[in-house]
């Protein structure tokens, strides 16, 4: 599956953005998906994960509240709807694709679970 990501640019604190990822291939629907960032100088961390059913969900705690993940698999889609945004959330931002037939309901917060990578998307926050 090729993923490609878009939606990013230049906010200001309070602001909002969302994400999208778009995904080509088939059977959108048996990847667990998700959303990490990198910010300049930092390892790239985890940011929020959907199952392949849309079920479940999971955050990381500096997004809790504000970020929230959503997907349409007949769309082969992801999003990723980002309110109230800091300049903290600064960072390249990049979905990723976990390769989950087995299991509808499973997601991941590591990142060596993800099996695709899309390019990545600008974020930029200013106070």
């Known amino acids: 599956v090729q993923l490609q990501a878009s939606g990013g640019g230049l906010v200001q604190a309070g602001d909002s953005l969302r994400l999208s990822c778009a995904a080509s291939?088939?059977?959108?629907?048996?990847?667990?998906m998700g959303w990490f960032r990198q910010a300049p100088g930092k390892e790239r961390e985890f940011v929020a994960t959907?199952?392949?059913?849309?079920?479940?969900?999971h955050y990381a705690d500096s997004v809790k509240g504000r970020f929230t993940i959503s997907r349409v698999n007949d769309k082969n889609t992801m999003y990723l709807q980002m309110n109230n945004l800091k300049p903290e959330d600064t960072a390249v931002y990049y979905c990723?694709?976990?390769?989950?037939?087995?299991?509808?309901?499973?997601?991941?917060?590591?990142?060596?679970?993800?099996?695709?990578w899309g390019q990545g998307t600008q974020v930029t926050v200013s106070s």
């Open positions: 990723a694709a976990d390769w989950s037939p087995y299991s509808s309901s499973r997601y991941s917060d590591e990142e060596d679970q993800y099996d695709y």
């Open positions: 291939g088939r059977r959108f629907s048996a990847y667990a």
């Open positions: 959907i199952s392949g059913n849309r079920v479940r969900t």
